[in-house]
């Protein structure tokens, strides 16, 4: 090919091999080292059901758990997250942790297009890890990163509400 | 109105009932099928190259190196894909005298806003992709621009569009009784200019397509994150030249629309060129400074509006001028006009005056296009109208509740035609703000308010009166020649196993389409809501019809839904007949089984009916066909619009040393006729308040004096978030329209269409103890302090 420049090459395509256990399962993946968290999940390991919507961890769309915290899987490249244990939205569904949470978010439509859940999700599972019965301007303020352009967020905070007084009046949390 | 329609006591009875939305599950366990999550083999990455200059001429392109970049499949031009593409032109035949330039996928010669896409390049990943676009040089030659509407309105100044006499897109003029006189003999006048920033939809999934053309089949198939896929189809058809047979758009799950993903944009005409180019599928996904500089923004308005009044209070006349500027030219195929021209038609629209004038004046500018979004001229006109209301009420010594009592058009005195000219079938303003005022306790609010003056702390109070339009006909846009259905069609079969599939042309964006669908379906045919499958969104497999935008899913697509199912049911109770040997007439299906109607007795149930006429024909009379697949269409007709109501009131605080608004509580009491499912109908209203709110105090796309979009992030561009929003209040009367059977109107926009009115409304209020007056919105921080003259 005329006008190849072997130098155009350099660093793009090179790739790097991370292991990481995701969703209770250790994976490797070969991820170029500019790869973000949010991209390797979705492309290479096929989790789509975290979203990159900001690219800037504004909006809370991409949290995952990674070594249980929630974080904005947008702002770490994968390589960052090599040794980590991450779960995300299918992982957590899977396991059944959230399951009340999203039962009650059903019940409420506490949704709409969806695009923004999983990352409310974890959010949600975040919150009332750390605080047993958060009020709800606790629970205004714990959601403040996560956008939701539907909803207008009073049926998010009354599903969160209402699983915060199950759990604790089920025995306290996690 | 049939009575069984809101009994909830008989079985199967869905409609007025809230139940969850059976397509949530999926989305909440992260299985939903974004059109960004898709992935098909072979699939190739593009990226667009995109102009640093509001208005520029393009003088030379090289890709030589770009193209050369291992793993770049193709690099296309302007040229390249009009070659393959027709032009298209946003002008509608109703807009007379209105002009707008001829569109391309990328631009021939010239760049007309800062953002637009230039170049194309397809990669095996849109990483490789963006590397190319480094590569790539443009030559620009600066023109002369035009950001705001006096350098668009200046006579003698630059032109947007070579060889045209000005850059007036659109003027359009109503004048209706004797406004003249009637300012004339007012007791009071009110007058003000407002205006109105641009701000856009922000949906948190961006714009996102993938096509994938197979030239062995000649066929198009494409993946498209939009609300109108048959829209979508005719112009993919018509600009590619592929018959319209061999074009499937398939419109799956969507992470917002709104109305901004229903127009086309140069990229996803791009996309689907560049797929015809390669033979293979092609996906573009935009990213988020992508959309803020290439979405459609919204209004961009500057009003100057009076209102005359006689001593009592009685409006008599408004004399309205809008100037809207909207990119350099108008958007495709619904225009960028539809906005202005709602915003002068729904002006007043609440109250009973006749006499109206107003111009309109749609200007060109060098910034990405102005389109339809969530409430159409609603927000404009309401506040306007709301606001010169508010300043009337205090000029005339009334309350704001008092002066819109007096004059709204009573409940009892329909129908009507408002002062523009828009008819009303019927409308509740007396019962909503009657309801309205019981429940924002109006009067213990003032009581606090005035309490707390005396401390120090200033709250505002806020109501607005609207109208929402609703269930389009082919008013909006058939009549101006575009190829936009105001019609719906529904499948429905009976199953084999006696289960019921609908395909259904509206469309599904997380509103709860599907979960009505099926609820119309269940309610109608007397089965379980579970019976019934909704599938939408696919031309290929879904009837052709409008699908779902301008409040149209509800009112047209339930009434499509509610009139198949009567065929369906129909055409069961005949084999059922024929097999019990009974008349139709005296069979009936309740809970999935043929009963006696007269006793409800069990006779048979629908699955058997289904077993017989799909496998044992044989058993039947001579001569019959069992029918257990209808097809079935509905067009609006009667009213051109579903015409809705309500009112909205807002309690709100500001602090004015930082001119920071804190919401307190905001309510609504609302009138959408039938009320299909409450819990679905208050999220709309929810949504759409919140929406409307960060118009009122947030958003806004703010340029710098050479095009520049300044704020194109979300870090910059602010967005109401949870902390910020408030509560909402929301109460319902129910006035159904007789045009169709179910009697349902819409309420997508109604919460949008009026809470920055009612926000602008509660701020003035809170101010009036420092004769501060705001008219712009939105209303941030450094506009409250200017108005106290504190910065």
């Known amino acids: 090919m005329s006008g190849f420049d072997e130098s155009m090459l350099d660093g793009a395509d090179e790739t790097v091999r991370v292991r990481f256990v995701v969703n209770g399962r250790r994976v490797a993946c070969e991820v170029a080292p500019r790869e973000t968290l949010v991209d390797c999940l979705r492309n290479a390991l096929e989790l789509t059901g975290t979203h990159a919507g900001c690219e800037m961890g504004a909006c809370g769309a991409c949290l995952v758990q990674l070594d249980g915290r929630a974080v904005h899987s947008c702002l770490m490249f994968a390589v960052q997250a090599d040794g980590a244990e991450i779960n995300t939205i299918e992982g957590l569904t899977e396991s059944g942790v959230i399951a009340d949470l999203q039962a009650e978010f059903h019940r409420r439509n506490a949704l709409q297009c969806g695009f923004c859940t999983p990352g409310m999700l974890v959010n949600a599972q975040e919150l009332l890890s750390q605080v047993a019965r958060p009020s709800r301007e606790d629970i205004r303020d714990a959601l403040s990163g996560n956008y939701c352009r539907c909803t207008g967020y009073e049926a998010i905070v009354d599903a969160i509400d209402a699983v915060a007084k199950a759990r604790s009046e089920a025995g306290g949390t996690t | 109105m049939s009575a069984p329609l809101t009994s909830l006591d008989r079985p199967n009875s869905y409609v007025g009932r809230s139940v969850p939305r059976p397509n949530a599950k999926r989305l909440l366990a992260g299985r939903g099928r974004y059109i960004s999550d898709l992935k098909l083999p072979r699939m190739l990455y593009a990226a667009f190259l995109r102009s640093p200059h509001a208005h520029a001429r393009i003088v030379a392109i090289n890709t030589e190196e770009a193209r050369a970049l291992e793993g770049v499949h193709l690099v296309a031009t302007g040229a390249d894909l009009a070659k393959i593409c027709t032009p298209w032109i946003g002008t509608l035949d109703h807009f007379k005298g209105m002009t707008s330039t001829p569109q391309w996928p990328l631009p021939l010669d010239r760049v007309v806003w800062a953002g637009q896409a230039v170049v194309a390049v397809v990669a095996e990943s849109r990483a490789i992709a963006e590397d190319a676009l480094e590569l790539i040089a443009i030559d620009y030659e600066d023109l002369p621009l035009i950001v705001d509407i006096d350098a668009a309105r200046q006579a003698g100044g630059p032109l947007i569009n070579p060889g045209s006499a000005s850059n007036v897109c659109f003027r359009s003029q109503l004048d209706n009784g004797t406004v003249d006189d009637a300012f004339a003999n007012a007791a009071h006048v009110v007058e003000e200019e407002f205006s109105f920033g641009r701000h856009t939809a922000v949906t948190l999934e961006p714009r996102a397509i993938v096509a994938d ?525 007789a045009d169709t059977e179910l009697g349902a109107k819409g309420v997508g926009e109604a919460g949008t269409a009026a809470a920055s009115a009612c926000v602008l409304n509660a701020v003035n209020d809170a101010l009036t103890p420092f004769d501060a007056t705001i008219s712009s919105i939105p209303i941030t921080p450094i506009k409250v302090l200017t108005a106290l003259k504190r910065f």
């Open chain 2, 213 to 737: 053309y197979d030239p062995s089949a000649g066929m198009l198939t494409v993946h498209h994150a939009t609300q109108t896929p048959y829209q979508f189809q005719d112009l993919y058809s018509r600009h590619y030249g592929i018959p319209e047979a061999r074009v499937r758009v398939i419109a799956t799950d969507i992470g917002g629309s709104f109305g901004m993903k229903l127009h086309v944009y140069h990229e996803d005409m791009a996309v689907v060129g560049l797929s015809i180019l390669l033979g293979r599928p092609v996906k573009y996904v935009a990213d988020r400074i992508e959309s803020f500089i290439s979405d459609i923004h919204a209004r961009d308005h500057r009003v100057r509006a009076r209102m005359a009044l006689d001593a009592k209070g009685e409006i008599l006349a408004m004399d309205v001028l809008d100037l809207t500027a909207i990119g350099a030219f108008s958007t495709y195929p619904r225009t960028s006009v539809v906005e202005g021209n709602q915003v002068i038609r729904l002006m007043g629209g609440p109250y009973r005056f006749k006499n109206y004038r107003a111009t309109l004046e749609v200007l060109f500018q060098n910034k990405v296009q102005t389109s339809q979004y969530r409430a159409v001229g609603h927000p404009i006109a309401c506040a306007v109208t709301e606001r010169l209301v508010d300043m009337a009420a205090a000029k005339v010594g009334l309350d704001p509740f008092a002066i819109r009592a007096q004059n709204v058009i009573a409940d009892d005195s329909y129908p009507q035609t408002s002062p523009t000219g828009y008819r009303f079938e019927a409308l509740s303003h007396q019962a909503c703000l009657k309801r309205l005022h019981e429940m924002m306790d109006y009067d213990a609010l003032r009581a606090e308010q005035a309490d707390l003056r005396k401390r120090g702390v200033y709250r505002g109070i806020g109501i607005a009166t609207f109208i929402e339009i609703t269930n389009p006909g082919p008013a909006f846009y058939g009549v101006g020649g575009a190829r936009i259905s105001s019609q719906d069609g529904a499948t429905l079969s009976l199953t084999p196993s006696g289960e019921v599939r609908c395909l259904i042309s509206v469309t599904e964006q997380g509103q709860g389409t599907e979960a009505i669908i099926s609820q119309i379906v269940a309610d109608q045919l007397g089965i379980a809501q579970d019976q019934v499958k909704v599938i939408t969104g696919d031309t290929e497999v879904t009837p052709h019809g409008g699908a779902t935008w301008a409040c149209r899913g509800a009112g047209i697509g339930g009434e499509t839904a509610l009139q198949a199912t009567r065929v369906l049911k129909r055409n069961i109770l005949e084999i059922a007949a024929l097999i019990l040997q009974a008349q139709p007439s005296a069979l009936d299906i309740i809970d999935g089984q043929v009963v006696d109607a007269a006793t409800r007795q069990h006779r048979l149930p629908i699955s058997e009916i289904a077993r017989i006429a799909y496998f044992r024909s044989d058993t039947l009379p001579p001569g019959t066909q069992p029918q257990l697949t209808v097809s079935h269409h509905f067009a609006p007709q009667g009213y051109p619009f579903a015409f809705t109501n309500g009112i909205q009131g807002c309690s709100l605080e500001v602090d004015v040393e930082t001119g920071f608004i804190k919401m307190l509580k905001h309510f609504i009491v609302e009138d959408c006729g039938r009320v299909i499912n409450p819990m679905l109908v208050d999220e709309q209203l929810r949504g759409g308040i919140v929406q409307g709110l960060g118009a009122a105090l947030f958003e806004e796309c703010r340029y710098s004096d050479t095009g520049q979009l300044m704020n194109g992030s979300l870090a910059d561009y602010l967005v109401p978030m949870p902390m910020e929003m408030p509560d909402i209040m929301i109460a319902h009367v129910e006035t159904p329209t």
